[in-house]
T-cell receptor, first 113, second 113 residues
């Protein structure tokens, strides 16, 4: 069953702690993306990766870091430098950068207490 | 960069009526316009899309129209059903670096049985 998985669905952390969100895809897609979703706002791009060992900053990369050591995996770390980390985080993938359809995972809701 | 505006933010219709959601974009170089449906607690799913060289596209009860001159595109849902209730997002893809997607702020559609 092909798709994108994100874990966990809900995550709670104390202020000042780094936290890593998981994203895995078995679609054999080259491109992967991380978006942040806040109430009343559209999705905003944090980071994207065109291929293994490559990633680029999106519009709101400050306070976040990523890695792409394997094609299937694109974890996102929310660092303590992110001023307002509480949000819904969505991972997506596409066959390649510039390909039309992006497939989204179910999301992780992060709450920083 | 690209700016996508979406209206209305909330929309309630009676079952069987039509629903129309409108989006405008600012970058004339944007060339691909998808619409996503997001159910509560889930990731967005692509429901229909249109390229810049096409004026209209239909898929059963769903249609999208694009006016490149005016830089606006619309989603039309006919014969609405309760299961159409969700949040709908429009997006525009730029042709620049990363072929980035820019999303509207979403429309919460409620279909009243």
């Amino acid at each position: 069953d092909g798709g994108i998985t994100q874990s966990p669905k809900y995550l709670f952390r104390k202020e000042g702690q780094n936290v890593t969100l998981s994203c895995e895809q078995n679609l054999n897609h080259d491109a992967m993306y991380w978006y942040r979703q806040d109430p009343g706002q559209g999705l905003r791009l944090i980071y994207y990766s065109q291929i293994v060992n490559d990633f680029q900053k999106g519009d709101i990369a400050e306070g976040y870091s990523v890695s792409r050591e394997k094609k299937e995996s694109f974890p996102l770390t929310v660092t303590s430098a992110q001023k307002n980390p509480t949000a819904f985080y969505l991972c997506a993938s596409s066959i390649r950068i510039g390909h039309d359809e992006q497939f989204f995972g179910p999301g992780t809701r992060l709450t920083v207490l | 960069g690209e700016n996508v505006e979406q209206h209305p933010s909330t929309l309630s219709v009676q079952e069987g009526d039509s629903a129309v959601i409108k989006c405008t974009y600012s970058d004339s170089a944007s060339n691909y316009f998808p619409w996503y449906k997001q159910e509560l607690g889930k990731g967005p799913q692509l429901i229909i899309d249109i390229r810049s060289n096409v004026g209209e596209k239909k898929d059963q009860r769903i249609a999208v129209t694009l006016n490149k001159t005016a830089k606006h595109f619309s989603l039309h849902i006919t014969e609405t059903q309760p299961e159409d209730s969700a949040v709908y997002f429009c997006a525009a893809r730029t042709s620049g670096t990363g072929n980035q997607f820019y999303f509207g702020t979403g429309t919460s559609l409620t279909v009243i049985p």
